[in-house]
C-alpha cells in the first residue's frame, strides 16, 4: 500500500518487514540466519564483520542437499526504468554477498510481462511496477489465489486461505471503516508473507506556472497527470 494512500496505508506494516531499523551488516546476518533455520547451507559460508562482508558466500547448498543453480532476476532495462535497472544489479550484488546465486537480466519490458503473464510460470524472479487506484482493491487483485494462474495478476501463484477470506470479505463490504479494518489485516498478512518485495515508490514531480494557474490540490497519488490536470477546476491566476 503507498504510504501516500494515507487512509488506507497501515503505519505498523514497515515494522513488521525483516530488518526494520537494522543496519546494513545486521540485515546481511539476520538473512544468514534465516537461511541457516530453512536448512541452507554454504561451500563457504559468508561472514560479516559490522557492516563489512569479510567473506562472500560460495556454493549455497539447499534443504533437499542439492546446490542451488543461478536465479535469474528478470528486471527492466536502463533504457526503460534506470532506476528500476539501478536496483536490480545492487540486489544481484547484495545477494551474492551472502551466497545466493542471483542474476539480474535486464531486458525488455513487454518480454517480463510475456514471461510472467502470458506464459505458464516461466520465471524464477521479476520486477515490474505498478500505477494504483485510491480504493486498494488491488490488494485482492494481486494476492488472492483465484486470480493466480496465466494472464492474471497473482502471477506468482501466492495461496493463503485466511488472506482470501478476508479479501472477499473487503471487497463485498459496504462499510468503509470495517473495509479500512480489513486492509490493514491484509497488509499485516502480507508483511509476514511477503509474497512480494515492495522496492521503491517513484516520487513525481511536476512543473507548472504558479502565477498563471491555481489549482485546487497539488498533492495527490501519481500526480495530476494521473487527473488529467483537472482542467474543469483550473483557476486563471490572479
Known amino acids: 500500500m503507498p504510504n501516500g494512500n494515507v487512509f488506507w496505508y497501515n503505519p505498523n506494516v514497515e515494522k513488521l518487514s ?10 546481511r546476518k539476520l538473512a544468514i540466519d534465516l537461511l541457516k533455520k530453512a536448512g541452507f547451507k554454504w561451500v563457504v559460508e559468508p561472514k560479516i564483520e559490522g557492516n563489512n562482508v569479510v567473506r562472500q558466500g560460495r556454493g549455497l547448498i539447499g534443504p533437499n542437499g542439492q546446490r542451488i543453480e543461478q536465479i535469474e532476476l ?15 544489479m545492487y540486489i544481484e550484488r547484495w545477494a551474492n554477498e551472502i551466497g545466493i546465486p542471483i542474476k539480474a537480466n535486464l531486458v525488455d519490458f513487454n518480454l517480463i510481462v510475456q514471461k510472467v503473464f502470458d506464459e505458464p510460470f516461466n520465471f524464477d524472479i521479476y520486477m515490474l511496477g505498478w500505477s494504483l487506484g485510491y480504493y486498494p482493491d488491488h490488494v485482492a487483485d494481486f494476492f488472492h489465489s483465484k486470480r493466480a ?26 462499510d468503509i471503516e470495517k473495509a ?3 486492509s490493514f489485516k491484509l497488509q499485516e498478512i502480507l508483511a509476514d508473507d511477503v509474497p512480494y518485495v515492495v522496492i521503491f515508490d517513484t516520487p513525481t514531480t511536476e512543473a507548472f506556472r504558479t502565477d498563471q494557474v491555481i489549482f485546487p490540490y497539488e498533492k495527490t497519488l501519481s500526480g495530476l497527470q494521473y487527473v488529467n490536470g483537472t482542467p474543469t477546476l483550473v483557476k486563471a491566476a490572479k
Open 18 to 27: 525483516p530488518g526494520y531499523g537494522m543496519s546494513s551488516g545486521d540485515r
Open 149 to 174: 494462474g496465466v494472464g492474471d495478476y497473482n502471477a506468482a501463484g501466492y495461496n493463503n486461505p485466511e488472506f482470501d477470506k478476508l479479501a472477499d470479505e473487503f471487497l463485498a463490504t459496504p
Open 180 to 182: 479500512r479494518e480489513l
Open 74 to 88: 528478470l528486471a527492466p532495462g536502463a533504457g526503460y526504468d534506470p532506476m528500476r535497472a539501478t536496483i536490480a
